[in-house]
């Protein structure tokens, strides 16, 4: 299997798409406290789970956060190190 490198303009477009949605960042904060489930993300945000599951998938497509699934719960976390590029990224422009 290759490995493929995004380019730096389309990893800040991706970053910056998906940091655009107030609730995006309410979410990264949320998980700043470290590895929550949806349902207690939905609690604390007081949104839907297909809301929140709209917004998760964007954040997990960008890179900004990862998942793991154990037996039926799904449970997601920052990945700084992606959120550490991108402000790497942002701060060369």
Known sequence: MRS????AETAVS???HSLSEPIRLEIL???NQGEKRPMEMEEELGISQSKLGFHLDTLKKS???KSR??????YYWRDEGAIAALKQL???I
Do not use: D, K, W
């Open 4 to 7: 493929t490198v995004i380019p």
């Open 14 to 16: 991706h970053g910056c």
């Open 29 to 31: 904060e949320l998980l």
């Open 63 to 65: 890179g900004l956060i």
């Open 69 to 74: 699934r154990a037996y039926r719960a799904s």
């Open 90 to 92: 942002v701060q060369e």
